[in-house]
């Protein structure tokens, strides 16, 4: 069967860090872009960032660049965000999905065919 699963999330203090990820199962990553998503209490999704399958281009929402790395290792089948310099405005469910790289904007949650089942990250003091 297909699996995205999640581990990471937890409670962090401010400027504190993180490291999420998702093991894949049933799928291959190296064929799929790779992003996570986030969704605070009452928000809508907000798209954190992304890693194409064709040349491992990477992508980030403005309000975590220079924080969050995006990365993958194909040889586990698993993708990671690393965030730094956590703030409470990061307090949100992360989830991560995949698509297949037809291109186009990463940003369309309606594109991706697999996610994960979310894990919680709560940035507080």
């Known amino acids: 069967q297909l699996q995205f699963v999640e581990s990471g999330g937890g409670l962090v203090q401010p400027g504190g860090s993180l490291r999420l990820s998702c093991a894949a199962s049933?799928?291959?990553?190296?064929?799929?872009?790779i992003s996570w998503f986030r969704q605070a209490p009452g928000k809508e999704h907000e798209g954190v960032s992304c890693i194409s399958s064709s040349d491992g281009s990477t992508y980030y929402a403005d309000s975590v660049k220079g924080r969050f790395t995006i990365s993958k290792d194909n040889a586990k089948n698993t993708v990671y965000l690393q965030m730094n310099s956590l703030k409470p405005e990061d307090t949100a469910v992360y989830y991560c999905?995949?698509?297949?790289?037809?291109?186009?904007?990463?940003?369309?949650?309606?594109?991706?065919?697999?996610w994960g089942q979310g894990t919680q990250v709560t940035v507080s003091s």
């Open positions: 999905a995949a698509r297949t790289p037809y291109g186009g904007s990463w940003l369309q949650i309606q594109d991706y065919d697999y």
């Open positions: 049933g799928f291959t990553l190296d064929h799929y872009a």
